[in-house]
Every structure is written in C-alpha cells, then in structure tokens.
C-alpha cells in the first residue's frame, strides 16, 4: 500500500503524546462495569486486571489503595478511571476509583473481606467497649436529610433531653461517602473534647445504596475510633460489616436512639416510686429515733427511781443506827450521866468528898452528894 | 435547657442515700440531712425530666466535600 504523501509523518512519541491528548479530550474520566478477570497485585502495591463482557476485554491498571477490598475473578465491577496509552507497555485505563456492583458482587466482595477482616481480629467480641448511658454529648455521622436523621433525633428528643449533639453531615451512597463517613469518624476523634459516643447511622436502601458501611476504609475506621461506635445500617436484615466492626450494633437508627438514651416515661415512674419510698425511710428512721428517744427517758427515771431508793435505804440505816447509839437509848438500858455541879459530865471518879453531883437516868434526873470513897 | 445537670451523677447519688437511708444504725442529725438531699435531689431530677432538652449543633465536616 502506497504512502499518503500529504499526511504529516509523527515520531513515535509524538504519536503517543498526541493519542494521550486526545483520549483526554473526550475521556476526563470514564466509569466502566464489566466482570473482573486475569487480577493480579505486584510488589504489594501494583494492581492489574481487566474488565471484560461477552464480546471485549479492557486493561486496567491501579494501586493497592484504590481496592475496595479483597476481589475476585468473576465480580462485577464499576471503575472510573482515565484511559491512557502508555509509553512502553501499551493501553490500559489508569483507576481512579473501584467499587464492586450489583448485588451478587456486592455481597461476594463483602464475604471476602468479612473473612480478611475477622482473621485480623477487627471484629472479635473482646474489642466492644461499653458506651456511656445516657451519654451527654453524642457525635452524629449521617445524612443530615436523610429519613435516618429525622427517626434518630425524633425517639432521641422523645425519650430524653439534655443531650448535645453534634452532627456531621455526610454523603452515605456514592462514590464519595466512604472517604467522608472516615473522615468524619476522625474529625470527631480529633477533637480536643471528642464526643462520648459517635453514632453512624443510615436507613434503608439497596445492597449498593449500603455499600459504603462495608468497604474496608469505613470499617477500619469504625474498629480504629478511639471513641466508641454505636453503628446502625438499614433495616433490621441488612449487617454491613461497619456494624460489626462496631462496639454496639443497633438493628435501625431508631434502635440506635433507643439504645443509647433511657425513656423518660420510664424514669418519671421509678423517680415517683424513689420519692415514695424516700418518705417512708425518712418516717422509719424517725420513728426510730423517737423510739430511741422514749427508751433513753424510760431509763433515765428508773435510774432516778433506784438512785432515790438506794439513798432512801442508807438513810435508814443511818437513822436506825443513830437511835441505837444516841445517849436516850444508853440510858434506857440503865446508864446514868453523872455531871458535876457546873454541868460537865464526869468520866472520873477523882472528885471531892461531899460534892454535889447530877445524876441524869432514862426517866429524870436528881442530884446528889458524893461520901467518902470505900 | 436551663441549668447543666448531670441526671446520671444525681440519679447516683439519690440511690446513695436511699441506701444510707436504710441503715438502723444511722446518727438522726445524718438521717434527717439524708432525708432534706434526698427530697432536693428528688425535685430537681423531676425538673430535669420535665425540661431538659436536647441541642443539636451542625460542624462543619474538614475533608473535601467536593
């Protein structure tokens, strides 16, 4: 075939450079899904693999980072990324971003990673710390429009109060909301007060719309919140591997609220019953003490009772014995009191001859006139 | 919310003295002292319940929101 005289003559370079150009011209970025084949990781860190359907096969190539996970031939992916022709080794779409797509995939890429994550530990019952009850300052990762946000503020401001809660609002689908739900798990980790408790909740939706709250960054960084994680995904029946990263799973954003904050319904009723009882203790211990009080006064008077008594008693004695001793009683037995004649009793029988004496008996007295001695 | 209570370490100390309370070997100066913190604390835990609310707060997320 004869050459083209009037068509310019380009190096390879410049071929290349040229191609480059234009590929980026029409393709910033494109987002491809097809089934995952021939993958293969290098040096820890290189990806290669191609995305094929029934009829073609395109070249990938990424880094380790970009993987949302453990993959495996046969998943179906969704990858946005950049064509590119390279210098040496040809075309291939350079990734940008990677996301496992629709459901079976879904599901696979989360049993495969489930399996990494639990062999490295990250979901093992002896990591759930306890979260504080009621906690006075929760911090919220969701959509702030989202159905979630209004069920979990709704039971919260039905059930309790005095609660600060600090929202950050977050895409929780797309292709953004894992890098942000991580984001705003460390922002609040970050904090120079960080919240009690940070609560990551989203409703309802398909295994896609969920998917966020199963990609490994959000997980890891659930397991890695030095602030502990109450998580709730979807309804009752979908388990995102967030939530079992988590220290407390609760089944819906409602159960969430429910879990974290006591009813104060519940609480009015037994502070009533506290009330109650605080009247009757308060009436026991002061029967108590007038009981008390009444068996001090009762044993204060039969002290004084037997005091008198026993005093009583000695004066008695005393009285009986001083009727025995006194001097009427010695006379009535027969003595006499002999005084002289200026009145002083005489213990001496040394007087005169012929003295006048006093001779005093039981019954009257004389005097007398004292004679020689015998 | 009108005044920072902290319905936990109330509810606490409420359970304390209802204990103390149920002491027979209790002073009657304790008891009755016992008996006025308990009535208090009683009002103002029931003043929370009635009106304690909750304060949402938006923070402005740091990553990218692009």
Same mark, same amino acid.
């Given at each position: 075939m004869p050459l083209d005289a009037g068509e310019p003559e380009v190096s390879v370079s410049d071929f290349v450079a040229l191609l480059n150009q234009a590929l980026d011209y029409a393709f910033p970025s494109v987002t491809i899904v097809g089934e995952l084949a021939n993958f293969r990781v290098s040096k820890n860190r290189w990806v290669y693999f191609d995305l094929k359907d029934e009829f073609c096969s395109v070249k990938f190539f990424g880094t380790v980072y970009q993987l949302p996970g453990p993959l495996e031939d046969g998943m179906l992916l969704r990858v946005r990324g950049q064509p590119k022709l390279?210098?040496?080794?040809?075309?291939?779409?350079n990734v940008l971003s990677m996301a496992p797509a629709g459901e079976g995939s879904i599901r696979k890429a989360a049993d495969l990673l489930q399996a990494k994550l639990t062999t490295e530990g990250l979901f093992d019952e002896g990591r759930k710390r306890p979260v504080p009850y009621p906690p006075k300052r929760i911090g919220l990762v969701t959509s702030r429009q989202s159905a979630a946000y209004a069920d979990f503020t709704k039971i919260i401001n039905a059930r309790w109060g005095g609660v600060q809660i600090d929202v950050i609002d977050v895409q929780v689908q797309g292709e953004p909301a894992p890098a942000q739900i991580v984001g705003a798990i460390e922002q609040f980790n970050a904090l120079g007060e960080p919240p009690e408790v940070i609560v990551i909740i989203r409703g309802g939706?398909?295994? $896609?719309?969920l998917a966020a709250f199963s990609t490994e960054q959000v997980t890891r960084a659930v397991a890695a919140s030095r602030v502990p994680t109450i998580v709730?995904?979807?309804? $009752?029946?979908d388990l995102s591997l967030a939530e079992l990263a988590a220290d407390v799973r609760a089944s819906t954003p409602s159960n969430a609220a429910e879990l974290l904050v006591p009813d104060r319904k519940a609480l009015k009723a037994h502070l009533a019953r506290q009330a109650d009882e605080l009247l009757r203790l308060g009436a026991v211990q002061m029967q108590a003490a007038r009981q008390l009080l009444s068996l001090k006064?009762?044993?204060l008077h039969q002290y004084i009772e037997d005091l008198i008594k026993t005093k009583r008693s000695v004066y008695q004695t005393y009285q009986?014995?001083?009727a025995v001793l006194s001097p009427e009683a010695t006379l009535k037995r027969g003595y006499a009191i002999v005084r002289s004649n200026g009145g002083q009793v005489l213990r001496s029988a040394k007087i005169k001859p012929g003295a006048i004496v006093e001779v005093q008996l039981?019954?009257?007295?004389?005097t007398a006139q004292t004679k020689e001695k015998p | 919310m009108t005044k920072k209570l902290d319905y936990q370490a109330l509810s606490t100390e409420l359970d304390t003295i209802m204990a103390?309370?149920?002491r027979d070997d209790l002073d009657v100066d304790e008891a009755l002292k016992h008996y006025e913190r308990g009535l208090t604390?009683?009002?103002?835990?029931e003043a929370y319940l009635e009106t304690a609310e909750n304060k949402i707060t938006e923070l402005k997320a740091t990553f990218n929101k692009a």
């Open positions: 390279h210098n040496l080794y040809g075309f291939s779409v939706g398909s295994a $896609e719309d709730a995904i979807g309804h $009752e029946v006064t009762d044993s009986k014995l001083l039981a019954d009257g007295r004389f | 103390e309370l149920q604390l009683v009002k103002e835990l």
